[in-house]
């Protein structure tokens, strides 16, 4: 794996600069006692990883370093490797339709499968009217906030309309889509929250790869975000899930999803026929954005797009809820240089 000296020495800069040793130790007294461990020892390992193998502490800690072979490690990605690639792969300039929602709307209209309305566009009575067709709204900061930007509105609660827009772009939600009904056998999971797939596509110009296939379940809140409370699964190439879902940050596992009590380890994706080949449509689109996180909301009528991320995301196995020792680096190396 090659990644430009430039670029590594500015990483371990700004590792250095954000240094702190409370959070090193914070990390491993967290995995030492979740997995036994002499804390001294992880955080030794814990520095040398960061220092020599681009693994950020935060890496470290949700792909279950400590438990893993120096062989092992080395399948995995890293932060660093996938933010790397994303910045190499990917044309910067391109990626702003990524970047900005209402963008992402009308580039992947025919993906999207949801009328929405942008405030700085549309009046209190557009907003008045699309409510009519739409009770529930979803009001977005049109511009990424790590999953912090996305709310939810019931129609009926709104008596004056003209305030309510006034409020919204104020708030800085300016873009507003009707709410996606989801597939009942997801909605069976957790009927409150639209229940997301997040696949990370590799287009290589002729065919699209699907490098990364992870499940999330929310727990009622608007999102599935792991700050609103969500968890995820791995999922193998036919969309079943492998083993249980946690949310990365600890070491609650989710053999079944807690509100709702359904298996998450017997979990299979509706349609994931139909998403896989909704993602070898949609990654073709912007072609100088080969490298693209999707986030996949399966509808009873289908599969659509609600967002692509051209810096993915990472999602690697965690041995200690799949079982499985290997990363998906050899699956990206197998298709792209970097
Ligand atoms: N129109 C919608 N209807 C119902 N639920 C939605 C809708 N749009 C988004 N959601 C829910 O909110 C979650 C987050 O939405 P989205 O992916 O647009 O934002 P985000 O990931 O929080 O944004 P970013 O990470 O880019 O800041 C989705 O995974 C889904 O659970
Ligand atoms: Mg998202």
Known sequence: MKIDLDARVKYLMRRARRFSPSRVTGFARQIAREQGKWMPAVAIDMLFSAAFHDTAFIDY????????????????????????IAVKLNDRGAAEVF????????RFADFTGREWLDLGQAGPDELAQFATRHPVLIAKEPISREGHGVFRYDAADVSDWPAFHTELVAKGQVLVEEAIVQHPSLAAYCAGTVNTTRLVSYFDGTDVH???RVQKFGRGAV???FTWGGFFTM??????????????????????????????????????????????????????VPYVGWDVAVTPQGPVLIEGNWVP?????????????TGSRPEHEAVMTW
């Open 210 to 212: 699907i490098l990364s």
């Open 313 to 325: 995301g990472l999602y690697e196995t965690r041995v200690t809820a799949t079982g499985i020792r």
């Open 235 to 288: 999922l193998d190439k036919d969309g079943h899930s492998v083993g249980r879902g946690h949310s990365g940050k600890n070491n609650t596992f989710y053999a079944v999803h807690p509100d709702s009590g359904l298996s998450i380890v017997e979990f299979q994706v509706p349609l994931w026929n139909e998403v896989v080949a909704l993602i070898d449509r949609a990654a073709r689109v912007v072609p100088e």
């Open 99 to 106: 970047n900005d929602k209402r963008r992402f709307h009308r």
């Open 61 to 84: 800690y949700e792909a279950d370093f400590a438990a893993l072979t120096r062989k092992e490690r080395k399948t995995f990605m890293t932060s660093l490797v996938q933010h790397h």
């Open 223 to 225: 999102s599935d975000q």
